[in-house]
């Protein structure tokens, strides 16, 4: 085994254990967690093998593995880019709102009427 | 200029709403000059630090102070808010800090929401007959903002981003703004058309003058405010 595979296997093992450890509020975080655990359990089969990743690409008519794994890691960071965009649309808005409400409550009205 | 009386009963439902950002130096007489026609103002102040609010209190308005600063499209929804709880508010406006809006076209406006067939009325600085004296490009490109979306297009508007608009209780109730920047123009016309809001519009005028001008938006702005409302669908509710 080398040393690069077992640096890798080790961190890719200690963000699993950071994942798990964290306690999801809802059923959809337990999805995530079911997917990371798989995404692993491939990512260290890679790492072992990375010579199969190239039987994988060839069969989707891509030359090299690691040219296939690149393309898949554009993909992902695109979908996270745009899912954290989302999100922080989504905390700006309740801000905003969370704001709003503090204003209402300590609008000044003018001395006469 | 206007002779009416402030006493007068006439305008006592109409509530303006004025969003302010760090304009202190002519909040004042902005707001002295819209009371005296219309004495219900309330001026939110988006998280100013130069005195804005105290400068629109002492004029005589309501103020409602966002702890920060949040956009404009904010502001409105606020002073909507504010002015809609308010007893005996039926008439809402929005009026820009900057003075460059006049306030005869607002009675003109109230005049016409008055007519009762409409449900919002918003200012259009191309609605024809009206000599104006917007800058050349700018006109080029609010005139072209407009006649590209097809919203605007359907409700027969011909501009695409004016601060001027006049609205009855149920616009007032219905509103939700949630764009806070300066996509709030278009996602206001949107609301109007998916809420099937009545809409007409109304020739008014605008004053650029070097302060408005140096306040106002640049038109590289344009880019995005056509950015959140593409977005807008996708990121609420």
Redesign the interface.
Known sequence: MNWIQVLLIASVLVLLVYLLRSRGSARSKAWVKVGYVLFVIAGIYAILRPDDTTVVANWLGVDRGTDLLEYVLIIAFAFTTLSTYMRFKDIELKYTRLARAVALQNAQTPEQT | MLRINTSDTHYRDVWVVIPAYREATVIGDVITDVRAVF?HVVC?DDGSDDGT?EAA?RA?????????N?GQG?AI??GV??ARRRPGAAVFATFDADGQHRVADLVTMIARLRTGDADLVVGSRFAGGVATTTPPLKRFVLKTAARLSSRNRSLGLTDAHNGLRVFDRRVADELDI?I?GMGHASEFIALAHEKHWRTVEVAVDIRYTDYSKAKGQPLLNGVNIVFDTL?RR???R
């Open positions: 004495p939110v609010g209190l005589g308005a309501h103020v409602v102070t966002h702890p920060v949040l904010a929804q606020t808010e504010y949630t806070s977005l996708r990121t609420t």
